[in-house]
């Protein structure tokens, strides 16, 4: 049973940081790719960043570009996600997702499996 587990998310005001993790279950963990997405209320998942299996390819949304940064420990089948700068409409759920090898990383369905999500709010 596969499960992705997400810790990090809390209440910050706007120009702080938080740095999410999501603990993975899975056996062969290095070789997922790992992304992470948002959903703020009454909108759509959208692709926040995202990690090749190894740590050496990182994706990111131009959103968050320069803002965020995505990382990864194999040895302790954890992903992060460093956020910085955090504005008010960072504000959402923050989900973790993994897939063996997504066509388009910032596609939904490429991903198998998903965490539960942690919320993230900024306050202005």
């Known amino acids: 049973h596969v499960q992705l587990v997400e810790s990090g998310g809390g209440l910050v005001q706007a120009g702080g940081s938080l740095r999410l993790s999501c603990a993975a279950s899975?056996?062969?963990?290095?070789?997922?790719?790992v992304g992470w997405f948002r959903q703020a209320p009454g909108k759509e998942r959208e692709f926040v960043a995202a990690?090749?299996?190894?740590?050496?390819?990182?994706y990111y949304a131009d959103s968050v570009k320069g803002r965020f940064t995505i990382s990864r420990d194999n040895a302790k089948n954890t992903v992060y996600l460093q956020m910085n700068s955090l504005k008010p409409e960072d504000t959402a759920v923050y989900y973790c997702?993994?897939?063996?090898?997504?066509?388009?990383?910032?596609?939904?369905?490429?991903?198998?499996?998903w965490g539960q999500g942690t919320q993230v709010t900024v306050s202005s």
């Open positions: 990690i090749s299996g190894n740590g050496g390819s990182t």
């Open positions: 899975l056996r062969t963990f290095s070789s997922y790719f």
């Open positions: 997702a993994a897939g063996p090898r997504p066509l388009r990383v910032d596609y939904v369905p490429e991903y198998d499996y």
